[in-house]
Structures are given as structure tokens and as C-alpha cells.
């Protein structure tokens, strides 16, 4: 279990080591880095998703470790309050993002071992929390520079976690 600190309350989550052990430990090795400590939600868009562990505040982007394999072909779902590792278009490339779906967003799962059906991976879930994650997917959001769109207007932190047993 991890407990995300945020602005607006707790998320607890939980995680399966057991489907994504690399992605997990990934992760954990985030939180006991310190690494989330004052993060931002940096992407919020009612209706799919909240993303954060990029970016500190003033949009200060964070430094990762590499990029680790997609676990993404684990049987689990990209479903309303699971967590999954962020990534770019490359299919391995999620260092330290993150982000908590907020609908059953089944586009993202993983179809095939191909860069257009690889998918997201999900490591988790919202144990308790949920009330927190629906606060921050309703924010006020807007663009930030040319290339940041669904940004809180106001920001919304990660202040801290506490990695539980």
C-alpha cells in the first residue's frame, strides 16, 4: 500500500506486485526516493484520467531513472480507479508518471506486442481515496505554454507519500 499526501486529501493505493512486479518496484523506488514529494497532478481531464509525477511546481520537470519494460499484457483493465504508468508513444518508455483513470477507459488496454496495441499498464488501485481522486478530476484547467493543455489552474499536489506494508 502507498498513501499519496495531496492538496485535496489521501489516495491510498494498492498495488499488484504480483501482475507488474517490475512496474511496481518501479514505483516504489519513486516513492522511497522522495521523488513524488511536491509533484504535481499536471493532466486532468474529467471524464478519463489524472496524471502526475512529472513535474514539480512552476512546471519543473523531474528527473527519472530509465524507462522501464510495459507490463501492460498483465489481464488487468484500465477501469475507474486503477493506476497506470504513463508513457510516450513508445511502448516502453514509462519512467515515473503516472495516472488514476477516472472512467472505465478500456482503449488503453493492452490488444498486441505492437506500438499501436501495447497499451497502458496497470500496477493498481485506489483503495481508499476515491472522493479525493473525483475533487481533482472537477479543477478548473486550462493551458500552460504551447504544449501543456488540461492543466489545474490551480495547482494540485502530491505533498508527499507513505509507503505502508
Known sequence: ????HTTYGDITLNLFADKAPDTVANFLQYCRDGHYDNTLFHRVIDGFMIQGGGYGPGFEEKETRAP????????LSNKVG?????????PHSATAQFFINVNDNDFLNFKSATSQGFGYCVFGEVAEG???VNKIKGVATGTRG????????????ITGVTVGE
Not at 500500500?1 to 499519496?4: A, D, H, Y
Not at 486503477?82 to 513508445?90: I, L, N, Q
Not at 504551447?146 to 499536489?157: G, K
Open 82 to 90: 486503477t493506476v497506470a504508468m504513463a508513457r510516450t508513444m513508445e
Open 68 to 75: 522501464v519494460k510495459n507490463e501492460a499484457a498483465n489481464g
Open 130 to 132: 476515491m472522493d479525493v
Open 146 to 157: 504551447y504544449m501543456h493543455q488540461d492543466v489545474p489552474v490551480d495547482d494540485v499536489l
Open 1 to 4: 500500500m502507498v498513501t499519496l
